[in-house]
């Protein structure tokens, strides 16, 4: 089975710039969380979707904005870029369904320098 | 409030060492899952172990094994004879049914020297 994979890998923008980060996940999964990872503030929860609806929001500003598509691929978006939204982004799915919660499977991330 | 606390940063091991990683949690709710999650060099975080609030067993697989003990908030890794492939940075993770979130410690980067 193909992992959780992410697009672009790697990315330059600059100040006041948005950004689109995109994730497919594990096949058969249905829940897309997205995380933030700073040197500084380590592994920060952003959101969770699960059949193209918005679960759960971590503390983010609301520059920070999501989707899900009916395929479970789920994108985020980061508008006017701030140098401190400089970080590695990952995206994890898990199959998300019922009260047993099941483990998260990470994508390599993308990461995202602010200049 | 709902915290995860490693407070190892970084820890150096000669191989063949044991090791063990520290995890101490808060949380209100009675029922929660703790988690282990190691992230290598190449970025990716690679799931270990669940564990939910009901269940205090202890674990082994392999060379790792786990110490869940409610009593003292803790939920603890070990690594016997660790090996080079080891280094990483580990992660304690906790999710609660009344946040339905994630929260992570800070990590502890594990360097293990040959």
């Known amino acids: 089975k193909a992992g959780v994979t992410q697009t672009p890998r790697y990315l330059i923008k600059t100040r006041g710039q948005q950004v689109t980060l995109s994730c497919s996940p594990i096949?058969?999964?249905?829940?897309v969380s997205w995380y933030q990872q700073t040197p500084g503030q380590g592994l920060q929860f952003l959101f969770e979707?699960?059949?193209?609806?918005?679960?759960n929001k971590g503390n983010f500003p609301g520059r920070f904005s999501g989707r899900q598509f009916s395929n479970s691929r789920s994108e985020m978006n980061v508008s006017t870029l701030e140098l401190g939204d400089s970080a590695l982004y990952l995206c994890?799915?898990?199959?998300?369904?019922?009260?047993?919660?099941?483990?998260?499977?990470f994508g390599p991330g993308t990461r995202l320098t602010v200049t | 409030a709902q915290k995860v606390t490693q407070a190892q940063t970084e820890i150096s091991v000669v191989e063949k060492e044991d090791v063990t990683l520290d995890c101490v949690y808060e949380?209100?709710?009675?029922?929660?899952?703790l988690f282990w999650y190691k992230q290598p060099p190449s970025g990716e975080l690679v799931f270990l172990i669940r564990r939910n609030s009901f269940d205090e067993q202890n674990e082994i697989s392999g060379r790792y094994s786990w110490n869940f003990q409610k009593s003292t908030s803790s939920f603890n890794f070990t690594i016997t004879a660790s090996q080079v492939v080891d280094s990483a940075v580990y992660f304690c993770a906790l999710h609660t049914s009344g946040t339905y979130k994630y929260i992570f410690g800070t990590g502890t980067r594990l360097k293990v020297l040959a």
């Open positions: 096949s058969g999964h249905r829940s």
């Open positions: 994890a799915s898990s199959t998300g369904v019922g009260y047993t919660l099941y483990e998260q499977y």
């Open positions: 949380t209100r709710d009675t029922t929660y899952y």
């Open positions: 979707y699960f059949s193209e609806t918005q679960r």
